[in-house]
């Protein structure tokens, strides 16, 4: 999880249940060190500890201890903190699953930008899964046939066209040769001319 979900009672309830989390941590958050644990220098990990919350209301919340592993990106040199109540993982397993939370972060920014789901019809798990693979398929059905009919526009140009289009009786090629002959013959501004002086 990222920073802005660093609720330690929440996060306590995760641990009663047998869960474990891997969350950022915040640099107001006081932290008291217990033990460092060695670390191998060569994979990124700068450094390995038991702490504990040094601040009386997170502590409340949160009494047991908890596992900072620090990491250096070698892509961007930012420097990353981790709070995780995993002990058993090594430090490395534990900054590789906060990265692949960042790509399903990124997955879900592609759905919001590409498969055009406005609204949910329903609000159960079935129905949210149901629409977002109907998307999905509907997405991927679509590049197979732009790749089939060599079309060269991009794949959200090939889209917008075909919401156009939907309701047209015509061949999906047709839709398409028009549109590049239209390009080819026609030089003129896009925009209109209202005086012709």
């Known amino acids: 999880m990222d920073r802005g979900y660093l609720d330690f009672e929440r996060l306590y309830r995760f641990a009663v249940e047998s869960a474990f989390f891997v969350l950022r941590n915040k640099s107001n958050v006081v ?66 699953i906060y990265k692949s939370r960042w790509k ?3 997955f879900f920014k592609w759905i919001k930008q590409h498969l055009r789901i406005k609204a949910f019809y329903g609000i159960s798990d079935n129905a949210v ?47 398409f040769e028009d549109i590049n002959s239209e390009e080819d013959t026609t030089n003129a501004p896009k925009q209109v001319i209202l005086f012709d002086f």
């Open 129 to 175: 899964k149901s629409q977002i693979w109907i998307a999905v398929s509907v997405y991927v059905l679509v590049a197979i046939v732009r790749k089939r009919l060599a079309i060269p526009m991009s794949l959200y140009s090939f889209l917008q066209v075909l919401s156009f289009t939907l309701f047209e009786k015509m061949p999906v090629l047709q839709a």
């Open 31 to 96: 932290l008291r060190r217990r033990y460092s644990h060695p670390v191998e220098r060569g994979t990124g990990i700068t450094s390995d500890q038991t702490v504990l919350l040094d601040s009386k209301r997170s502590a409340s919340h949160y009494p047991d201890p908890l596992r900072r592993v620090c990491y250096r990106d070698a892509e961007t040199g930012q420097r990353l903190e981790f709070l995780t109540n995993n002990f058993a993982l090594p430090a490395l397993t534990i900054a590789s």
């Open 104 to 106: 399903v972060e990124l």
